[in-house]
């Protein structure tokens, strides 16, 4: 064991050498390049893309060298094809996966151009596919009721592996849609109950208008237990009153105009009827007999 130590140090001392000589070479001459660029330009984008470039170039250049010192070792060229195939799959992670997504989007659908879709933060419509990345049209975020930000998310595909997705479009176009009202203690909730279910019935999507032929479609395809798709109105005692929440099914673009007229009419109700309030967090104190006496 001992020999064949020696031998293989014997050989391969050189190369060592030659080895560490062009890591140093070639790291001295980057740096340099870089400190020249410094100093000659002031434009900081300019920089860091001069920067990319020679980062790019020295790589290539140490892994030439690399090659030319210790292609001798290798053996035969299968070798060579392996170790090098194996050194491009750890470099090029990142992209065989989004190479490796693209393809499952291909083949697997889990969207289309036009779905909306939410995979981990983000949330948007599929506006482009590419072989690394999609583009979806950014809703949500600082906006409210899924509406458009006009942001472009660009996402790279491998990210359907880790994150979650959910679509919003996909077998079944509508969602389940909640108007939450609250009333005082005080008030005749069963009256708002009865008024409330009329408003639902006309801003929901009528099942004779497209959800109950979508949802038997979907039903072909995925294990769908819903069974009532008309609005309904559920009560809650809350801290501060009685909430009534209105539960409809809407279309997935059109939950915030659903919001803007519903809650048009349901302040209509308010002003017209004298009995129902809305409520609000209170604080309420009373005074014990001990107070009232004196």
Do not use: C
């Amino acid at each position: 064991m001992t020999e064949f130590l020696n031998s293989f140090l014997d050989t391969n001392s050189a190369k060592v050498v030659w080895t560490l000589f062009l890591f140093g070479s070639v790291a001295l001459l980057w740096w340099l390049a870089i400190r020249t660029i410094t100093k000659r330009f002031e434009d900081s984008q300019a920089i860091f893309r001069s920067r990319k470039t020679l980062s790019y170039v020295a790589a290539t250049i140490a892994l030439l060298g690399l090659l030319i010192i210790w292609i001798d070792q290798l053996g035969n060229v299968s070798t060579f094809l392996g170790l090098f195939a194996a050194g491009v799959a750890i470099a090029l992670a990142d992209v065989i996966k989004n190479v490796a997504g693209w393809i499952y989007i291909l083949i697997r659908r889990p969207f289309r151009a036009g779905d909306r879709i939410e995979i981990g933060a983000d949330a948007g419509d599929v506006i482009d596919i590419r072989l690394l990345r999609f583009s979806l049209l950014e809703i949500r975020n600082w906006v409210d009721a899924d509406q458009s930000t006009g942001r472009i998310l660009h996402v790279p595909n491998g990210l359907l592996f880790a994150e979650p997705m959910a679509n919003f479009t996909e077998g079944f176009p509508y969602v389940w849609h909640e108007i939450e009202v609250v009333v005082t203690f005080e008030s005749d909730w069963e009256l708002m109950e009865k008024l409330l279910q009329p408003i639902l019935e006309r801003h929901s999507a009528h099942p004779s208008s497209g959800p109950e032929a979508e949802f038997t479609k979907a039903s072909t395809y995925y294990f769908l237990r819903y069974r009532h798709l008309t609005p309904t109105v559920y009560v809650k005692v809350v801290d501060h009153g009685v909430k009534l929440t209105g539960r409809l099914l809407v279309s997935v673009r059109r939950r915030r105009t659903v919001d803007h007229t519903a809650w048009k009419e349901i302040l209509q109700v308010l002003r017209d009827e004298p009995s129902i309030d809305l409520a609000y967090p209170t604080t309420r104190f009373f005074r014990g007999p001990e107070h009232s006496s004196s």
